[in-house]
């Protein structure tokens, strides 16, 4: 029996080059310039934390005045320490949830500035992977649209179109056609699954829960952990008739990844570097970067001068270097830095 999810609000061309490397006329080389010599103090996700230490390091040769004081425990910690005042910048691997909106806002009676900081990984667990649409390597099926894929898990159709129930319904004929499509995914009170709702069923909650299994991370008796990512690629190598929203991390021969369009002109593209990284794969997701900056005024000068490096050449370079993540395309690294003037 799935419960309702119940929400509290509280205080609580670039890439044509091998991605990460500068594009020429894209932006100037930075050049430092001395701020004052306070920390900068960063909460948020610990899959940035790695991310977060080189640019740190890079930055810090820069500016050696300048000190980090890190807290990366997790994403729930960081919106509050922004709007607490005891963080400077809140690192979030998914977009802020309503208890991340509501208790800044509440707090503040304005939104933060949001910034993208990197692309998602294409398949680097905790590092905010893509999520990919997989069937086992024998289904015939190539490629969905968001309609379809909305129309599969959800009730409400936000996206339009008719319901979704079998492979028929799907356009696969013969002995496929009345057989029933099994849906696996990541539990919806999840980060992810909450990615998946806003992403797939336009904010939708109501779900085909007759069709659709969730899984989460389940503790083992050794006190490890088994992925919820590894448990959805286990329930599909199972399932002839499975289709499962996961990651591409873990799988085999198996199973295979679909080709998704955000609509039905196209195109149709597979998640990879490159599609994450130009932005063309519909599911492709986000880091973030969040500040408390009041509408109209100007940034604090040490935090602006550090995101000044993060979308310079070399910032953009660094995120190769961490190897995970991936950088940002040019249109949107102008557009971010455009938020910092």
């Known amino acids: 029996m799935k419960r309702p999810l119940l929400f509290l609000a509280g205080l609580g061309a670039a890439l044509a080059a091998p991605l990460g490397a500068a594009v020429p006329g894209a932006a100037a080389p930075y050049r430092a310039d001395r701020t004052d010599s306070r920390a900068i103090r ?26 980090f004081e ?35 806002f509440h707090v503040r009676a304005y939104e933060p500035l949001r910034l993208e900081i990197a692309t998602g990984s ?7 992977p893509a999520l990919a649409v997989l069937v086992r390597a024998e289904n015939p099926l190539a490629r969905l649209t968001l309609a379809q894929l909305d129309a599969l898990f959800g009730s409400e159709h936000r996206r339009g179109g008719p319901p979704v129930r079998t492979w028929g319904d799907l356009g696969l004929g013969g002995a496929w056609a009345g057989r029933p499509v ?7 009170a999840s980060g992810t699954g909450q990615y998946f709702l806003r ?16 899984l989460a991370d389940r503790a083992r008796p050794n006190g490890t952990v088994e992925p919820a990512g590894a448990r959805i690629l286990a329930a599909l190598r199972a399932d002839p008739d499975g289709l499962a929203v996961g990651s591409l991390a873990g799988a085999d021969g ?39 900056r009041l509408p109209g005024s100007a940034l604090n000068p040490k935090v602006k001068s550090f995101l000044e490096y993060v979308y310079s050449p ?24 455009r938020k910092l003037e």
């Open 199 to 214: 992403a797939v069923l336009g904010g939708s909650y109501k779900l085909n829960w007759d069709r659709v299994t969730e």
């Open 182 to 188: 099994h849906l696996y995914t990541y539990d919806m």
């Open 42 to 67: 960063i909460w948020g996700d610990p899959g940035l934390a790695d991310l977060a230490g080189i640019w740190e390091a890079a930055y810090g040769r820069r500016h050696p005045e300048i000190r």
């Open 314 to 337: 070399e910032g953009q370079r660094d995120i190769a270097t961490e190897g995970a993540f991936l950088p940002l395309a040019p249109r949107t690294l102008r557009e971010q830095q």
């Open 122 to 128: 294409l398949a680097s667990p905790g590092k905010s």
């Open 254 to 292: 198996g199973v295979r990844p679909v080709a998704l369009a955000a609509s039905a002109g196209g195109p149709f593209v597979f998640p990879t570097a490159r599609t994450l990284a130009d932005r063309s794969y519909p599911l492709t997701r986000i880091a973030l970067a969040f500040v408390n």
């Open 70 to 104: 890190n807290k990366f425990v997790s994403t729930a910690m960081a919106m509050p320490g922004l709007y607490t005042g005891i963080a400077d910048l809140a690192f979030l691997g998914r977009e802020p949830d309503v208890e991340d909106h509501d208790g800044f």
